[in-house]
């Protein structure tokens, strides 16, 4: 019973945890470090007569011990909005962001359970970011909250804190190497992430998309990540260190990002202090942010 018990527990307490799963760009927070000058200015200014349609994709496939027991967890989600320049704001830019569809599926030896998120579509809301992509306030996101099956309430502000990629904050050409360093610091009522990133990164160029040149960045990621969640009444405890890539595709005239891909892999362990239980856990993660039609 008890193992039953504790797998429903875990079972349950992922779907909580899959929003804290997002990753700070090149840099949110701290200055570039070793960028030479000269180059590219990349920043972000989206047009103010056009929306652009972004869907995020993620997958995790999480592996778990306990007790000897493989336990094998699958879970899907999916974002799709509209982004457009709600003009100014001082320095930054405000961006008017209406949802589309939001949804998420889970597949794990408890079943299957999830699916669309009807509670936020069609909301519409204004977010403040800097040209480099720093987020500046999500006031207005925070107050659109929904309710996923299994997880409880959740905000918008938890899925758009890192939507937009940071960007170097000085010109860049080609072959530029610089490192980036952030910390993902964020608390709600039933959730603490802490979250050190280490990013190398290195401008490859101009790539052309669908007639539009992109400047391509790419980044190898590391770092630890400490959250703590509650579930049923019980404290949860996930730990480990993580390694990752990430490529950012950004539109340089026009500037907005088209894509960004970043596929990471955590190595550690979760802890239930109210049943003693400590075991380990890997989760493999990929999520695609682009550009559609």
Not at 12 to 18: F, Q, S, W
Not at 50 to 72: A, R
Not at 121 to 130: A, E, L
Not at 166 to 191: E, H
Request: glycine share 8%; hydrophobic share 35%; aromatic share 8%.
């Amino acid at each position: 019973m008890k193992h039953q018990f504790v797998n429903k527990l875990v079972f349950t307490t992922l779907v909580l945890i899959i929003s804290g799963f997002c990753f700070p760009g090149f840099s949110q927070k701290k200055s570039d470090k070793s960028l030479p000058p000269g180059g590219v200015k990349l920043e972000y200014n989206y047009p103010a007569d056009k929306s652009f349609k972004y869907v995020n994709d993620s997958k995790i496939v999480q592996t778990m011990d306990i007790n000897g027991e493989s336990m094998l967890v699958n879970v899907s989600t999916f974002l799709g909005c509209n982004v457009k320049s709600a003009g100014q704001q001082g320095n930054n830019l405000k961006l008017e962001i209406k949802i589309d569809s939001m949804a998420q599926f889970v597949d794990s030896p408890q079943g299957a359970s999830g699916g669309s998120v009807n509670d936020v579509k069609g909301k519409t809301f204004n977010i403040i970011i800097s040209p480099a992509g720093k987020t500046e306030d999500l006031t207005e996101a925070s107050k659109i909250v929904y309710n996923i099956e299994g997880s409880g309430e959740g905000a918008m502000n938890q899925e758009f804190m890192n939507f937009f990629p940071a960007l170097p904050k000085v010109p860049v050409k080609t072959g530029d190497t610089w490192i980036s360093n952030d910390t993902i610091d964020f608390k709600t009522q039933t959730m603490s992430l802490w979250m050190p990133v280490g990013a190398n990164c290195k401008y490859e160029g101009i790539e052309k998309i669908d007639g539009i040149d992109c400047a391509k960045i790419s980044a190898t990621l590391s770092g630890d990540r400490k959250m703590k969640t509650q579930s049923q009444g019980m404290e949860i405890n996930t730990e480990g260190t993580f390694t990752g890539t990430q490529v950012l595709l950004f539109a340089v005239k026009e500037g907005y990002f088209v894509k960004d891909s970043i596929m990471t892999k955590m190595t550690g362990t979760i802890d239930i202090p109210d049943q003693n239980m400590t075991f380990p856990v890997v989760m493999d993660i990929t999520a695609v942010n682009k550009i559609v039609k």
